[in-house]
């Protein structure tokens, strides 16, 4: 599915999103690091200590993937504010992967922020988790 905003500004923000979750669902999560900044935290669903430096939130991202086979990956419903060189992404997922030799459905949420520099968006922050049950 392809998503569209009339602001130029906010695609090019959803792209890198996009970009960015390619890379890890397809198989490339070393490319992580054109989108991650090197100051990057994120809060994981199944981390209990949230990841700090863009490194640290690649490996973790690359561990999940090491660990998966992805089948599906779907963003639904974003919304993207901006503020002035910063953007803040939300959006609903659906993915399944198979793991441990068991295939997992998995629909949750998801919420970046991303800085601009150097003419680039980048994550700052990530906050993620499947909705409550």
Not at 111 to 124: C, D, N, P, S, Y
Request: aromatic share 12%; with cysteine.
């Amino acid at each position: 599915m392809t998503i569209r905003f009339d602001d130029p500004v906010r695609q090019e923000v959803w792209e890198t999103i996009r970009a960015l979750n390619d890379a890890w669902t397809r198989g490339n999560p070393d490319d992580l690091s054109l989108y991650f900044h090197p100051r990057m935290v994120a809060i994981t669903a199944t981390d209990q200590e949230r990841l700090t430096g863009g490194a640290a939130c690649i490996a973790g991202w690359k561990g999940f993937c090491d660990a998966a086979t992805i089948h599906h990956w779907e963003e639904r419903e974003p919304t993207i504010e901006i503020f002035g060189d910063a953007a803040v992404v939300t959006y609903y997922y659906d993915m399944s992967f198979t793991m441990g030799g068991r295939t997992i459905a998995l629909a949750g949420r998801d919420m970046f922020t991303l800085v601009r520099e150097g003419g680039r968006w980048l994550a700052v922050a990530d906050q993620f988790s499947p909705f409550p049950s």
